[in-house]
């Protein structure tokens, strides 16, 4: 099979395009850097507004490696808006069950179990170059529609240049270099951003003294689709272990080496497998598909927005792997980022819209950092006495229920609430639910046709839930009106009332009672409207 | 509420004697763990975060 690795071909090889041969630079709506998984979602989401995008990457092909392999609810939901969410679900393995081992003990297990009336699951490990191969899938798809997406392969950025009203793009190809303008360039091109290096942006935030040994195996073995983590293992000893399982019989194993070692000698299969076999048992079969080590960082950028530059995922942000907030939460960027970036060039939204993005992302992105920080503090313990509490907090946790809590191998990822944000209206209703309280992603309900979720995003929708509403106008800015029986679900995460859906599915207001002027005023405040 | 710090346990010497009893016959890291496992035990009891931080203010001197 392993001449038929996904990333092993050329998905969109170099061809040229006429802007290679125009004699003045031609200018682009938006270009955007990087098809990882952020680059692409960003693409297919401007695609589908209808804004004219290019998308730059070095490379021609998917991810090699297993790298992100664990997608929450909230992106899943993201990626239903953008349609591919199905197929990721119907390849990715769903998961619920953790289990927590110090020493050779387990000491104690958990079930996310999700709550019902969610059409996605709470996580599914799906290898990323699965991810980045459907996203790729679903472009051609809307290309194929008529969507104004361009995909340019081996076209590698060079410079940059910043402009009051665009930015420049020089671009390396095999047949030589060219130059591009764009109104907006968004930069998704990872942790090692070069577009962050050619700008001199400072990317600040703590580096762990660490090193992870990650390897994908495949093997035929009889583990239970299960997230198990190992606190100090007789297979490694004073260090950690993860095991959770992909698609396609891959395992992936996660193994902390320390921070004195080489990482050349460590990659090598001849250190690698011992390791392995010492985990897996001497008789378990298995070959290595992929072996990185890293080391990992908690830092964001300053600020995401620079002027005509933005950027989105670990380009603007980097987090330790523990809890899988990295590409989960580059995709909720994306999300954030399109539909203003819509608003903006259409002459619907003034330019400042934009910095409700870097606002809101940065918030989010500082409680990424704060929650994967104290994972990294729990399961590599900076001191002794750190250590001597953590040990004590896995020792109490076998028996006592209490201690089970402080436990943290990772708090995996939800979306968060962008309380506070200058989008938002005052609450209207302080006595309904909590968890749609303004900023709040919506949760999703079981309806009698489907699925809430599916019925709103990409447009800001009114959402009238046992109360009577009518269709209102704003301007050049559409607004859908959906109108629903209050059942037992809706009652208990909505209550009744009015509410206003942005189109990334975050909620901007909500009422008791339906007002046109109320609803205009938080438009026009969600859209950056409001001097 | 707020953090007594005035006395009140009812045998003081009993408690302190209690104490130094659990730790006899340990070593430094074994001691050093049981002190570790009983203030998590003591704060989740407590379980007030006002508290807790008044504890450790206190404690810090």
């Known amino acids: 099979m392993a001449d038929a690795k996904i990333f092993d071909q050329q998905l969109y090889p170099y061809q040229r395009h006429p802007d290679q041969d125009a004699s003045a630079p031609v200018r682009h709506p938006v270009i955007v850097v990087g098809a990882g998984p952020v680059g692409l979602a960003t693409a297919i989401d401007l695609g589908l507004h209808g804004v004219p995008v290019v998308l730059l990457d070095d490379n021609d092909r998917v991810s090699t490696g297993s790298r992100a392999i664990c997608f929450a609810k909230r992106p899943l939901e993201i990626f239903d808006r953008l349609g591919c969410g199905q197929q990721m679900v119907d390849k990715g393995v769903v998961w619920n069950v953790g289990k927590v081992f110090m020493g050779e003990r387990q000491v104690y297990d958990f079930n996310l179990l999700p709550e019902g009336g969610h059409r996605r699951p709470a996580f599914i490990n799906l290898q990323q170059y699965y991810v980045e191969q459907m996203l790729l899938d679903r472009l051609r798809d809307l290309q194929g529609q008529g969507a104004p997406i361009q995909l340019r392969g081996k076209s590698r950025v060079s410079a940059i240049g910043q402009h009051e009203d665009h930015a420049t793009v020089e671009i390396d190809t095999p047949e030589g270099p060219y130059e591009l303008e764009a109104d907006w360039l968004i930069a998704c091109d990872g942790a090692g951003s070069p577009t962050r290096k050619m700008l001199g942006l400072d990317f600040v935030g703590r580096v762990f003294e660490d090193n992870f040994l990650i390897a994908d195996v495949t093997m035929q073995a009889d583990f239970p689709t299960e997230r198990w983590f190992w606190f100090d293992p007789p297979f490694n000893p004073g260090q950690s272990a993860l095991l959770h399982k992909q698609p396609d019989g891959v395992w992936r194993i996660d193994l902390q080496l320390g921070w004195d070692i080489d990482k050349e000698v460590e990659k090598r299969p001849e250190n690698v497998i011992p390791r392995i076999k010492a985990m897996l048992g001497e008789d378990v079969e298995f070959a290595l598909e992929w072996v990185s080590v890293y080391t990992f960082q908690c830092r964001r950028m300053e600020r995401f927005r620079h002027g005509r530059v933005i950027f989105a995922g670990d380009s603007a942000h980097q987090v330790s792997p523990f809890g899988a907030r990295g590409a989960n939460s580059g995709i909720q960027d994306a999300d954030n980022l399109c539909w203003k970036l819509k608003l903006v060039l259409d002459g619907s939204a003034p330019e400042t819209l934009l910095d409700s993005y870097d606002a809101e992302r940065l918030y989010g992105a500082e409680e990424n950092i704060l929650n994967s920080t104290r994972s990294t503090d729990f399961i590599t313990p900076k001191s002794e006495i750190s250590r001597i509490f953590r040990d004590a907090a896995l020792h109490l946790s076998e028996r006592h229920a209490f201690a089970r809590p402080f436990v943290n191998s990772g708090r995996l990822s939800v979306p968060c609430t962008y309380d506070g944000s200058a989008l938002n209206t005052a609450d209207a209703m302080p006595e309904a639910p909590a968890r749609t309280r303004p900023g709040s992603p919506c949760p999703d309900a079981e309806l009698p046709d489907g699925f809430l979720l599916d019925r709103l995003g990409g447009r800001f929708t009114v959402l009238a839930i046992g109360t009577d509403a009518k269709p209102v106008e704003a301007g050049d800015i559409p607004i859908d009106l959906i109108a629903l029986a209050p059942s037992e679900t809706l009652a208990e995460r909505y209550g009744t009332g009015i509410y206003l859906i942005r189109p990334d599915q975050h909620i901007a207001a909500r009422w008791p009672a339906f007002d046109a002027r109320a609803i205009r005023e938080a438009i026009a405040r969600a859209t950056g409207n409001t001097p | ?61």
Do not use: C, F, W
Not at chain 2, 3 to 12: D, G, I, R, V, Y
């Open chain 2, 1 to 61: 509420m707020s953090l007594n710090l005035q006395p009140n346990l009812s045998s003081p010497d009993d408690a302190y004697a209690m104490l130094l009893e659990a730790h006899e016959g340990l070593t430094k890291d074994q001691s050093d763990a049981l002190n570790a496992r009983l203030i998590l035990v003591l704060m989740n009891h407590i379980g007030d975060m006002e508290v807790l931080r008044e504890a450790l203010e206190a404690a810090r001197g």
